[in-house]
C-alpha cells in the first residue's frame, strides 16, 4: 500500500518536473505570467512529490534513503529543486528555471531508462551504513549538489547572454532580454558557489567522520572521497581565481558549468567507471 | 656569503608567498589524486596493482598516496599556505582592530560613495544614531574639523580565509602524526578465546601496548523481518590477566582502551564438532566455506565445513572430507545439532553448535583528534569568510557656508559589490530621512 503510493508519488515526481522545464522555456518566450505562474507551481508539486517519495521509502524500510543508487538520485532531485525554488523566490528570477530543471528531468529519465523495478526497491543496508553521521553525509551532499546544480544554470545563463549581446550592447528584444543583467548573473553565482562549498566541506567532513567510526580510517582515498575532493579544488580554484584575479564574468562561469561536471563525475562516473568502497551505495 | 643566502631566502619566500603557486600545487595534487583513482592502488586492489607496468610502480603510481613525492606535494603546499599566512597577517589584523578614519576626502572608498547635505549637527548626529542601531562598531576622528567616522560590522570575518587556509596545516599535521606514530592491524576470533595484542596482524606500524584481549561473545544478530541487524562483539580487556575494561561494539559502535580503537570489521560463521578417535574426544572448530580445515591425527583425512544452508533457529551444517591432496571430496552430508556421524571408520564427528567468528580492526591514530580539530577550524574559517562579511563604512563631513555642510560616505566593496552598494544605499537613505 504505501509501496504503491511511493511509485505514485514518483510518477508524479516525473511528471512535475517534465511540465515546469517545458513550462519555463515556454513561459522565456511568450512572456504570458500565467504560464510563468504554472511553472512554479508545478516545480513545488514536483518537491513535495519527491518529499513525500522520500519520506514514505524511509518509513517502508526504516532507513535513510541511502541503499541504493534509486534513492540518492531521489534525495540529489530534491536538492536542486529545493534550492532552485529558494533561488527563484528571494532573487525573483523565474528564467533560471528553464536551465535548471533540465538537470533533475534528465536525472529522472536515467532512473526510468537504466533502472529496473528491481534496482528501485529498497535494499537491506550493511551494518556500516547504520549511523547517524550518514544522514548528515546525504543531507549536506544533497543540498550542495543542489546548489552546485543552479549555479551551472546560472553559468550558462551567463554565457548565453554574453554571446548574443556581444560587446555590452544591450538587447531589448529577445529571450536573453529577460535574463538579469550579466553583472547580476555573475555575482549570484558565486553566492550559489559560496553558500554550496562550505556545505561540500561539511559532507567531506561528515563522511570521514563516519568512515572513522565504521572502518577506523577518516579517510582511504577511495575514488569516491577523492573525486569529492577534487571537485572541492575545482570549486576551492574558482573562488581563488575570482578573488585574487578578478577572474568574473566568461572564466567564472565556465569554471562553474566546469565543476559541475565535476560534481556528476563523482556522482555517476565514480560508481559506474571506478572500483571502490561506495559501489556497494548502488 | 652571507649576502648570497638571504638572496635565495628572500627568493624563496617570494616563491612561496605566492598563491599562483599554491593553486598550481593544488591544480597538480588534483590531477594526481585522478590518477590514483584510475590505476589499481595497492591498499586496494594488490591483485590488480601487482599487473600494472614496472614504470607505474618504481614512480609510485600504485601506491600513490603513500608515495614519497605525493607526501612532497602536500608538504609544499602547507609550507606556502604558512608563508601566505605570515605574510596576510599584519594586515588582517590592521584591517580588524586599528581601523583608522579618514582625515581627507580621498582616503574615502572612491568606487562606491555618495553625498548627503544637510546641516552639520544633525548630520554627525544621525550618522552616529544609524550605526549604533544597526550595530556597528565605530570610531570618531579626534580633531573635529573635518569631522569623519569609520564603522565596521561582522568585523571578524576578516579572519575567515586565514583560519581556513591553516586548518589545512593542521589537517595535514594531523595526518603526519597517524601515520607516524599509529598502527593498524586486524584479528579474526572466536568466543572464549584470548589473544595479546601484540599477535594481531598489523598492516602499518608496531605495537607497543602489552595488554591482552579476551573475546567474552561474538553474535551475528538478526531482526524480526530478516534483515541483519548487526555484528557484536563482546570484549574484555586482561592487564596482567585481570579484566580493566569490558564493552560490547558493534559496527559504528567502535570500543577504545588506552588510545587503541576496535572496530567491528566483519564476521565469519563457523562450527563447533566433537572429534572421537577411539574414545578420546577432540574438540574442532572450523570456519565457513573451507577457511580451516581439521585434519585428524594418524590420517590423511581433511574436513572442512560450510554453513550456508542454516539459520540460527536450526543449526545445520554441510560437512566434506578429502583425501590427501585430492581435488573431490570423498564424503559429503548435512548434521544437524547433535547428529554423529562416522568418518571414513577413522574417527567418530559430532556437531555440536554454530560458531561465531568475530573480525576486528585494530587501530591506534594519536592524530585522529587533530584531524578533527582541522575540520573544525576549517568549517569555522569557511563560515567566517562566506556568512560573516565584514562591512566597512567611513565618511568624512565637510562644512560648507554656516551650519551647513556635505557628508561623504563610501563602503569598501569586498566581495560582493551588488550587496555592499546595497549598504550603502540604506545607510544614505535612513539618514536623509533622519535628518529632514
Ligand atoms: C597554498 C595555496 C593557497 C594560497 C596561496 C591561497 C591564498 C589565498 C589568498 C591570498 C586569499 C585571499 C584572502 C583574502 O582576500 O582575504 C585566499 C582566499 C581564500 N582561500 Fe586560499 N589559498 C590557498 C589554498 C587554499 C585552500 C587549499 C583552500 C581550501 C578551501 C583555500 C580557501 C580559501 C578561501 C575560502 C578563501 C576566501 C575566499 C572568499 O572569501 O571568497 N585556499 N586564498
Known sequence: MLASLEVAMFYSLVVATTLCMLLYMIWLGSKNEFIGRLATFFTIIALIADTFAIILRMITSGHPPLSNGYEFLLTFVGGILAVYLFAEFRYKLRSLGAFVMPIPCLLLMFIIMSMGPEER???????????????????????????????????????LKLSKEGNGEKLSQGIVSRFPSLEVLDELAYKVVGFAFPLLTLCIITGAIWANYAWGTYWSWDPKETWSLITWIIYAGYLHARLMYGWKGKRAAWM????????????????YFLPGLHSYAQ | MNENSKGIIDRLWGAFSSMKLGLTLLGIIAFVA???TVIPQEAMDQGKAQAVGGLWKTLGFTHLYSSLWFRLLLGLLCIN?????????????????????????????????????GELA?????????????????????????????????????????????SFVVLVVGALLGSLLGFKGSFTEEAGKTLPIQAIQLSKGTVSETFSVS???????????????????DMSILENGQEV????????HPFEYKGITFYQANFSNGARFTADMGGQKNPVVLQDQGQSYYKAPGTDLYLVANLSGSSSLKPSVLYQVYKGTGADPIQTGQLTSGQTIDVQGKYKLTFDSLAGFTGIQVKKDPGVAVIWLGCGLLLGGLLLAFYWQPLVISGILQSEKGKRGSLTVGVLSGKMPDSTRKALEQFVSSVTKMIS
Not at chain 1, 546525504?138 to 549538489?145: H, K, L, P, R
Not at chain 2, 599556505?81 to 597577517?89: A, E, F, H, M
Not at chain 2, 573475546?215 to 562483539?233: K, Q, V
Open chain 1, 256 to 271: 562553474a558549468v566546469f565543476g559541475f561536471a565535476a560534481v556528476l563525475f563523482t556522482f555517476f562516473g565514480v560508481n
Open chain 1, 121 to 159: 526497491i529498497a535494499q537491506a543496508v550493511p551494518p556500516a551504513l547504520k549511523s547517524q553521521w550518514l544522514t548528515f553525509h546525504v543531507i549536506t551532499a544533497m543540498f550542495a549538489y543542489g546548489a552546485f546544480a543552479v549555479s551551472f544554470g546560472l553559468g550558462i545563463m551567463y554565457l
Open chain 2, 215 to 233: 573475546i567474552n561473545s561474538a553474535e551475528d544478530r538478526f531482526l524480526p523481518n530478516g534483515e541483519r541487524d548487526n555484528w557484536y562483539t
Open chain 2, 81 to 117: 599556505l604558512i608563508v601566505c599566512s605570515t605574510k596576510r597577517l599584519r594586515s588582517i589584523y590592521l584591517r580588524t582592530f586599528k581601523l583608522t578614519p579618514p582625515s581627507k576626502l580621498a582616503q574615502v572608498p572612491q568606487k562606491n560613495k555618495q553625498v548627503v547635505k
Open chain 2, 245 to 252: 575494561a569490558r564493552d560490547t561494539l558493534s559496527v559504528n
Open chain 2, 122 to 166: 544633525s548630520l554627525r548626529e544621525s550618522v552616529q544614531e544609524f550605526l549604533r542601531q544597526k550595530g556597528f562598531r565605530v570610531t570618531l576622528s579626534d580633531q573635529s574639523n573635518p569631522w569623519s567616522f569609520i564603522a565596521t560590522k561582522r568585523r571578524l570575518g576578516n579572519w575567515g580565509s586565514l583560519i581556513t587556509h591553516l
Open chain 2, 34 to 36: 585522478g590518477i590514483g
